[in-house]
């Protein structure tokens, strides 16, 4: 991970005395959810359909499958 300069470090300093930076960051904690747990278990329809979702926001294209090679495998 690269070092950051001293320029950046005061500007995160000085972003960090602010109120409002504050008070925003509470109000994300507070109404954060995550879109898969249904009554805190995992929906598995509800996670594929968000990997989809991140999948094609991110433009990914899928590899063509490839089976494995090999004919001695041991753990």
Do not use: C, Q, T
Not at 42 to 63: A, S, T
């Amino acid at each position: 991970m690269a070092k950051i300069g001293e320029a950046e470090k005061k500007a995160l300093s000085e972003s960090a005395k602010s109120a409002s930076l504050r008070e925003d960051m509470r109000r994300l904690v507070e109404h954060r959810h995550n879109p898969v747990l249904v009554d805190g278990v995992v929906d598995i329809d509800r996670l594929i359909d968000f990997l989809n979702g991140y999948n094609e926001f991110i433009n990914h294209e899928p590899k063509p499958f490839e089976p494995m090679s090999g004919g001695a495998m041991k753990l």
